[in-house]
């Protein structure tokens, strides 16, 4: 199970790759902006994350995120929804979405439109140059027990984004979880070396005996080594009932893994 699946600016969600084609079958695309509508636009596009802010204070406030309450009722999910509408690709909201279906054991949390799988689906339909959806995707799949659909999805994902380090570590994890420790040994050298500053993948690979540290490149080896504080701030993927931290603490993706919950 991708348990602990990490974001390298996952709050600005700015990782992006070329477009791939996403199965849309059971589910509605985001429909084209109408003119002189306020929507929806793509969180990665700098002049439309500008204008995030009237959503977000109004919508997907900090207990929205936290699912601790709704902003305009008591439940979390007619906020959520209403940002997704606007902003389809919002990375935070799509997160707090699967935390809020994993915690409801369901794949269509209530009062919700679609399903969780559907809302990212689209997200990743409408913002296809955007990676974070796609390994948010991964995400929800591997939670809900189909680990092969998540390796699919980000498998896609490296033909699309080969030398993506947060993408290869993501992949580590699933490899990891699947016992299949000579790939996810691979993928966890391919991410460091590229300075992913997350210590998760490294430390369950010692755990299971099976780390040994990476061999630089000829050419990368009078290259200085990136250091957490020079690299982006990475935003590890919270249990289903937490909340996700601005920035992980050292060992913020290390913990035990959770029981994946059917899915209704």
């Known amino acids: 199970m991708l348990n602990r699946l990490c974001m390298v600016a996952l ?59 709704g902003q305009t009722g008591q439940a979390v999910m007619p906020d959520i929804q209403y940002t997704l509408t606007k902003y389809p690709n919002h990375p935070r909201a799509l997160q707090s979405l699967i935390r809020l279906g994993m915690r409801e054991k369901t794949d269509r949390p209530a009062g919700a439109a679609r399903t969780v799988t559907c809302f990212l689906k689209r997200a990743v339909a409408f913002a296809p140059k955007d990676l974070v959806p796609r390994m948010l995707l991964a995400r929800n799949l591997s939670l809900r027990g189909k680990d092969d659909e998540a390796m699919k999805v980000l498998k896609e994902a490296e033909e699309l984004a080969p030398e993506d380090a947060n993408l290869a570590y993501n992949m580590g994890l699933l490899y990891t979880d699947r016992k299949q420790y000579d790939k996810a040994l691979t993928y966890a ?76």
């Open 11 to 69: 709050l600005l969600g700015l990782s992006t790759v070329a477009q791939a084609e996403i199965d849309m079958t059971d589910c509605d695309p985001v429909p084209p902006p109408v003119p002189g509508s306020f929507g929806p636009f793509d969180y990665t596009d700098p002049v439309h994350r500008a204008k995030s802010p009237l959503v977000e204070n109004a919508h997907f406030t900090p207990q929205v995120e936290a699912l601790t309450r």
């Open 189 to 264: 050298h391919k991410a460091y070396l590229a300075g992913f500053p997350l210590p998760g993948l490294r430390d369950r690979l010692k755990k299971a005996g099976q780390w040994t540290e990476p061999v630089p490149k000829p050419a990368e080896q009078t290259k200085p080594a990136q250091s957490v504080e020079q690299a982006k701030p990475a935003t590890p993927t919270a249990d289903a009932d937490k909340v996700e931290a601005p920035v992980a603490p050292a060992s913020a993706d290390t913990g035990p893994t959770t029981a994946k919950p059917p899915v209704q």
